[in-house]
């Protein structure tokens, strides 16, 4: 089955850039998904098929992917950025994979 | 703007059958994308269950394969998931969401129900 590691926890000072990576066994390869949860919310999508952004989401998000490793950065990140985020792929032998999931700290 | 909705029971017994169902309103679900559950563990991640197709087509999460079955009705624009001989490792907050195909991302989702498996 195909794995997704990302870092249980990033922490970031306000106005400073995060990034969060997400890693997979050629990885650049596939198509990566990203999700922001906040506490007792359902996920929000905030990237698709790697860089893409929907309507709504600051472009302060931007996502990047190639090789082993995809990464979500959040540039002059806010107090309000502070939240879970999830990055997600289809996979041919296991279909949809999420990621374990990193805590963003806005310290 | 496609809207979801969870229901079903919040408290389910050990070895029994967990049953949801998810209300779709702002799309017709005969027109097409996927149907899917994701449920996450209190204090975990998110774990793909499976998705449906409006024609029926299943995608199962292989570790649950075996447990899960997931229904869709279009006639009354929802669809279900049942999960059979259910433990406490099922305990989670149960989410419906959708995509445009299996491999896309889930742009839309409900709020999510909390089932509790214990007798």
């Known amino acids: 089955s195909y794995v997704l590691t990302q870092p249980p926890s990033v922490s970031v000072a306000p106005g400073k850039t995060a990034r969060i990576t997400c890693g997979g066994n050629?990885?650049?390869?596939?198509?990566v998904h990203w999700y922001q949860q906040k506490p007792g919310q359902a996920p929000v999508l905030v990237i698709y098929?790697?860089?893409d952004r929907p309507s709504g989401i600051p472009e302060r998000f931007s996502g990047s992917n190639s090789g082993n490793t995809a990464t979500l950065t959040i540039s002059r990140v806010e107090a309000g950025d502070e939240a879970d985020y999830y990055c997600?792929?289809?996979?041919?032998?296991?279909?949809?994979?999420f990621g374990g999931g990193t805590k963003l700290t806005v310290l | 703007q496609v809207q979801l909705q969870e229901s079903g029971p919040g408290l389910v017994k050990p070895s029994e059958t967990l049953s949801l169902t998810c209300a779709v309103s702002?799309?017709?679900?005969?027109?097409?994308?996927?149907w899917g559950w994701i449920r996450q563990p209190p204090g975990k991640g998110l774990e793909w269950i499976g998705s449906?197709?409006?024609?029926?087509?299943?995608y199962y999460n292989p570790s649950l394969k075996s447990r899960v079955t997931i229904s869709v009705d279009t006639s009354k624009n929802q669809f279900s998931l049942k999960l059979s001989s259910v433990t406490a490792a099922d305990t989670a907050v149960y989410y419906c969401?959708?995509?445009?195909?299996?491999?896309?991302?889930?742009?839309?989702w409900g709020q999510g129900t909390l089932v509790t498996v214990s007798s």
């Open positions: 449906i197709y409006h024609s029926g087509s299943t």
């Open positions: 050629n990885i650049g390869s596939k198509s």
């Open positions: 997600q792929v289809w996979d041919s032998s296991s279909d949809v994979v």
């Open positions: 969401a959708t995509s445009v195909d299996p491999q896309s991302c889930f742009d839309y």
């Open positions: 702002g799309y017709s679900i005969s027109s097409g994308y996927y």
């Open positions: 098929y790697d860089s």
